[in-house]
């Protein structure tokens, strides 16, 4: 039995190196004509077309703003910014943004592989991309609601921050995050079929239980601390009203401590991802 | 010794069937005891291609042709064994399974040529001999999902064969797409080998796999049975389809001890880089060596013999000699055969005439005759008579397989009916040549030949 299970897996490490090797610049383009792609296709057909994601995002930040700032009136002080309904609605949507494009991208990259499976058993195709299309894709559409909510702070505030630079910076952390996530649920999907659902209900939980729509200022102190340091979204949110609302990075603690799980996440999910993979062609 | 393209080395696949999904992923996650079915694909395979070689592959539906391919495609993993393959492979499993049927033919012609390892500048340069070669015109610009399925498999092809694999391989796909297209695949595989690509090609085809390939394997349940010249495997081949169920076992052992046999393996004879057949040009003169022996295979014997209930007369024995009285079943093209069998009376009969047809694989009547015994002194015979009826012909045919029938009519208790009749009594085959061009049923011994018009000379253009 041991030298059997020794044999087969010696037989995959080989056979890896016997694959078409895919050098990592064509793997590059090759990933630059799937996102592409993937956002095509996302509106085709559709009149208003790209638009569209920054539709979604409007509609959630007007409702969300209804929701807390005039029906449950949550009130919360930031420097330089008066305080006024509009005020809320930049700050919620600046906390909205790296969420939205977490969830999009996770959601879709759960369900990336067993949607493709011509491309898993018809044709040699470096796999590990898969789940990195969605999780792109999304990421550039939530970056028109970002555009956008610069354009807005800047009109209301008559000044953009000089902190817009650090921006790549945290993006480097959230994409992680959200790839190494989407790499372990498409992985786990192609055997259970029940992982995205179970990933929309998780995402319900975790969107209250992170600081989006409500200021981290009310939840109690000493729980504080722990939300931070379990949840990389919680600082992400918090890092990008640093950076495109108040102009002053209050949060390198969180920033770097987010950075540190989110790189674990990603080289978790990432390996669970590959231990997988063989079996793709298989099962699918 | 010449370089290896492709080299497996006790490579085996096994699937394992599980009840649940889930349970492969406990065990790919969780160690323990394994709750699969075990499905060995293929075992202990061995085989290696050397750069420049078609290697032919054939067997029967279920016998792991498709996943060897695979295997050597990459698009699945070997269970163990060892796999090797050097240069880019461009894999024709399932023609345009890279295609999204939501975009262009041209999008999709990128996307594809990108898998294929290929930058987009190098797409660019060859597009436009790639929409040549599918030569689908506008459509090209038009989402896949409203082409035909012959558009479709015309540019899949196009595409997968235009970024010069040093490693080609197709499983049956050129088995769809009209003639013509057809012919234009197989001139482009022509230019792959000429160009020293080696290729892999599965097909049931036998005339396809002796014309293009230098060598072949014969694979049966998971196991390479045989690997030799294509001709040698393709009659293993046909003898195992035909073998019935109980004689299988026997077959299979005596194909293995073949292959044991042989002290030429696989890779010597393909040392010499013989040039495929299909760029030589064709000569039957001096072929003398590239004809197949004439021999009778027990095993080739009608499934189903149709006999009409005996009304005076039985018929016995139905077989083909040769000129010399030799038993066969297997003949060459060309040659003169004798189809005798013979006729016991058990009653008494007159104006007796005995006949013969022969037909397709469909049941198409090619041609028969009838032996008319009136001019002769047996117009009449007593029972307990017998006869032996001989037809001599020549067996123009093309290669494939042909069936015989036999019958005996005349008056018997007063009326004219027939006194014995089978349909399907014997069988034989026609053996492919590999330098053969003829095509179609009736081999009409056509002879071409070419010659060039002088210059000035009005064409006119049909």
């Known amino acids: 039995m041991r030298t059997i299970r020794g044999a087969v897996r010696k037989a995959g490490r080989v056979n890896r190196l016997a694959l078409m090797e895919f050098k990592w610049w064509l793997k590059l383009d090759l990933l630059k004509t799937l996102v592409r792609r993937e956002l095509e296709a996302r509106y085709k057909g559709s009149v208003l077309g790209n638009l569209w994601p920054l539709i979604n995002q409007i509609s959630q930040l007007l409702i969300y703003t209804y929701v807390f700032s005039i029906v449950l009136k949550v009130k919360l002080s930031l420097q330089g910014l008066p305080e006024n309904n509009l005020t809320f609605g930049m700050w919620l949507f600046a906390g909205l943004v790296p969420w939205m494009a977490f969830t999009g991208g996770l959601l879709q990259a759960s369900s990336s592989v067993v949607a493709q499976p011509n491309l898993v058993k018809k044709v040699v195709f470096p796999l590990v991309l898969l789940p990195l299309v969605p999780v792109l894709a999304a990421f550039i559409e939530s970056s028109m609601g970002l555009m956008a909510l610069v354009v807005l702070v800047a009109l209301t505030a008559h000044t953009a921050h000089s902190t817009l630079w650090l921006l790549p910076l945290v993006w480097v952390p959230q994409l992680l995050l959200t790839a190494g996530l989407g790499y372990l649920g498409a992985g786990l999907t192609v055997f259970l079929r029940d992982i995205p659902q179970t990933v929309g209900v998780i995402i319900n939980f975790w969107f209250y239980l992170t600081p989006i729509c409500y200021p981290a200022a009310v939840i109690p102190e000493n729980w504080r601390a722990a939300v931070f340091w379990l949840n990389p979204m919680a600082a992400f949110a918090e890092i990008y009203r640093d950076l495109v609302l108040v102009g002053q990075v209050k949060h390198w603690g969180e920033w770097g401590t987010a950075s540190v799980i989110s790189l674990i996440v990603f080289g978790a999910g990432l390996w669970s991802y590959r231990r997988l993979r063989p079996a793709f062609a298989d099962v699918l | ?462």
């Open chain 2, 1 to 462: 010794m010449p370089e290896v393209a492709i080299s497996l080395k006790n490579v085996s696949k096994c699937f394992k069937r599980y009840r649940h999904p889930a349970d492969r992923l406990k065990e790919i996650l969780l160690p323990g005891k394994s709750r699969a079915e075990e499905f060995w694909a293929l075992r202990d395979i061995n085989l290696e291609v050397p750069k420049g070689q078609t290697l032919g592959i054939v067997g029967r539906n279920g016998s792991g042709k498709s996943t060897l391919l695979q295997i050597v495609a990459g698009t699945l993993g070997a269970t163990a064994g060892e796999v090797k393959v050097s240069g880019r492979i461009s894999a024709l499993l399932e023609l345009g399974s890279g295609f999204n049927p939501e975009f262009t033919g041209r999008q999709n012609v990128f996307f594809n040529g990108q898998l294929l390892g290929l930058k987009p500048s190098e797409i660019e340069e060859r597009f436009d001999e790639i929409a040549a070669f599918a030569d689908i015109g506008d459509f090209i610009e038009q989402p896949v999902k409203t082409y035909s399925s012959g558009m479709f498999v015309r540019l899949a092809f196009a595409v997968a064969t235009s970024v010069e694999p040093d490693i080609l391989i197709v499983d049956e796909a050129l088995s769809v797409g009209d003639e013509a297209f057809q012919r234009k695949c197989f001139a482009r595989i022509q230019t792959i080998q000429d160009r020293g690509g080696t290729i892999l090609f599965v097909s049931h085809a036998a005339s396809t796999v002796i014309e293009l390939c230098n060598a072949a394997v014969l694979m049966d349940r998971g196991e390479l049975l045989l690997s030799h010249k294509p001709k040698v495997v393709i009659d293993k081949y046909h003898k195992l389809i035909y073998a019935p169920s109980d004689k299988e076992k026997v077959l299979r052992e005596e194909i293995r001890s073949l292959e044991r046999a042989s002290v030429t393996p696989l890779k010597s004879h393909l040392a010499g880089r013989e040039k495929s057949p299909l760029s030589v040009v064709s000569s039957r003169v001096g072929a003398e060596d590239k004809w197949l022996r004439e021999f009778y295979d027990p095993d080739l014997v009608p499934a189903n013999t149709i006999s009409y209930v005996p009304r005076g007369a039985r018929i016995l024995n139905p077989q083909i000699t040769t000129q010399d009285g030799k038993i066969v079943n297997h003949l060459n093209s060309r040659n003169t055969y004798i189809y005798t069998y013979t006729v016991a009376f058990y009653k008494p009969a007159s104006k007796i005439r005995f006949g013969m047809l022969v037909k397709t694989l469909s049941g198409f009547e090619l041609g028969g005759a009838s032996a008319s015994a009136s001019s002769q002194s047996i117009s009449y015979v007593e029972a307990d008579t017998t006869l032996v009826v001989k037809f001599q012909f020549k067996c123009l045919l093309n290669p494939g397989v042909y069936f015989l029938n036999a019958g005996v009519s005349g008056i018997v208790d007063g009326n004219f009916t027939y006194l014995a009749r089978c349909i399907d009594v014997a069988m034989f085959r026609v053996q492919p040549q590999s330098n053969s061009q003829a095509s179609g049923i009736v081999d009409l011994m056509i002879e071409p030949s070419l010659s060039v018009m002088e210059k000035g000379k009005k064409v006119e253009f049909v």
